[in-house]
């Protein structure tokens, strides 16, 4: 199985400023048909389902505001919230879909400090 | 826009068998573009797989999970099921129905999106 880290497990961080959450696995998730890496990021506010943000590792789902990006490539991904808004306090999921069986990071709480 | 909905029992008792539906609407269950998925997350946990299906039949299953599941689809009723028996506490969760998005050679694996508002299955005696 693809072990999916994520780091730090909880981040704090001021309104209007950079936030940045980190997900490694424990290979590579590059699909090499079309040269893109296999990662999705989800957002999940307390009593809701989580909502795709990011898939293919940095291709942002229709909707999604522009302060979410996603990058990187190969084991490293991150995703970075360009200015932190109210409404983005959540828990941060990757989830890697190279290969079965799919597979979680353990998630990221971000709150407002 | 496309939903979904999950329905079942609430609480299910040990050893006995797990079965819950998911309604999509605003789309149809027999699209081309899509898998259909179900996750869990126990509470306060994270999230974990549990499997796939396209409308034809196929499906892709959690190998930690598979000797006890199965999807099954009924096209008619734009409806998928989910079956987990022989469950135990460890089963507890709020389980989730997703579309899962097909691209060329994806064979089940994919994101999910949108995903319904998940239904707490309790397992308990």
């Known amino acids: 199985d693809i072990v999916m880290t994520q780091s730090p497990d909880s981040l704090a961080v001021s309104l209007g400023e950079r936030a940045t959450i980190n997900c490694k696995s424990s290979?590579?998730?590059?699909?090499?048909?079309?040269?893109?890496?296999?990662l999705a990021w989800y957002q999940q506010k307390p009593g809701q389902p989580p909502k795709v943000l990011i898939y293919?590792?940095?291709t942002r789902e229709s909707g999604v505001p522009d302060r979410f990006s996603g990058s990187g490539s190969g084991t490293d991904f991150t995703l970075t919230i360009s200015s932190l808004q109210a409404e983005d306090v959540a828990v941060y999921y990757c989830?890697?879909?190279?290969?079965?069986?799919?597979?979680f990071g353990q998630g990221t709480r971000l709150e407002i400090k | 826009q496309l939903q979904l909905q999950e329905s079942g029992p609430g609480l299910v008792k040990p050893s006995e068998t797990l079965s819950l539906t998911c309604t999509v609407s605003?789309?149809?269950?027999?699209?081309?573009?899509?898998?259909w998925g179900w996750i869990r997350q126990p509470p306060g946990k994270g999230l974990e797989w549990i499997g796939t299906?396209?409308?034809?039949?196929?499906?892709y299953y959690n190998p930690s999970l598979k000797s006890r599941v199965t999807m099954s689809v009924d096209t008619s009723k734009n409806q998928f099921s989910l079956k987990l028996t022989s469950v135990t506490a460890a089963d507890t969760a709020v389980y989730y129905c997703a579309r899962v998005p097909l691209y060329s050679g994806s064979f089940g694996k994919s994101w999910f999106g949108p995903w319904g508002q998940g239904t707490l299955v309790t397992v308990s005696s």
């Open positions: 299906m396209f409308y034809s039949g196929s499906t």
């Open positions: 290979q590579s998730v590059l699909y090499s048909s079309n040269n893109k890496n296999s």
């Open positions: 605003g789309g149809s269950i027999s699209s081309s573009d899509s898998y």
């Open positions: 293919w590792a940095s």
């Open positions: 989830q890697q879909y190279y290969s079965s069986p799919l597979t």
